[in-house]
């Protein structure tokens, strides 16, 4: 058998050069397209891609669910897990201090609210959850310090009064008890 000969001109020597240049640009797309999209992204249960940030702003929905309906060991389940994915997400870090709190984990409650009061110092709220947790701890003293610090950070918050008064209160400093509740009263008429 004779072997054909092999037409000249069947392959272009320039897209002999080019057509490797081309595999490797696609090559390093693809690449690139997967490794961008695969850490941000996931499928939902109808293979629909979705963001990260959706997912975790959609399970924190859901955990604000459960601390409405008082399921706090679900609620800090899926909170600690969340927190996993988005660590500096504040609104995640309150809704894990609550579902500690209402579960009598003062301690671990008033951390959370700690480390939150070190990011946003003007968080009023913060201050009067740290001064809760401390109560309920009966460090009354320290409590009311931190309830002191939220009422001068935020005077129109009415809460922060309640709070003062019953702590007061739980002291012995029953004029000081009466005055804050007086100011809570006129807070919450406003």
Avoid at 4 to 29: D, E, F, H, S
Avoid at 88 to 100: F, Y
Avoid at 132 to 159: H, S, W
């Amino acid at each position: 058998m004779r072997s054909l000969p092999m037409p000249k001109r069947l392959i272009n020597r320039p897209l002999l050069i080019l057509l490797p240049t081309l595999i490797v640009i696609g090559l390093a797309t693809t690449a690139l397209i997967y490794f961008y999209d695969t850490p941000n992204t996931l499928k939902n249960s109808s293979g629909k891609q979705i963001r990260r940030h959706e997912i975790v702003w959609q399970m924190t929905k859901k955990a604000e669910a459960l601390v409405e309906s008082q399921k706090y060991p679900e609620a800090e389940k899926l909170t600690r897990r969340l927190i996993k994915i988005s660590p500096e997400n504040i609104q995640l870090a309150k809704l894990l201090g609550e579902s500690c709190y209402r579960q009598s984990k003062f301690q671990e409650a008033y951390d959370i609210y700690q480390k939150l009061s070190e990011k946003r110092p003007d968080d009023a709220a913060n201050y009067n959850n740290m001064g809760q947790c401390l109560i309920m701890q009966n460090r009354y003293e320290d409590g009311i310090k931190k309830l002191i610090v939220a009422r001068d950070l935020d005077p129109e918050f009415p809460t922060i009064y309640l709070n003062l008064s019953n702590a007061y209160e739980k002291t012995g400093n029953k004029d000081a008890a009466l005055d804050n509740y007086k100011r809570y009263l006129e807070k919450t008429r406003k």
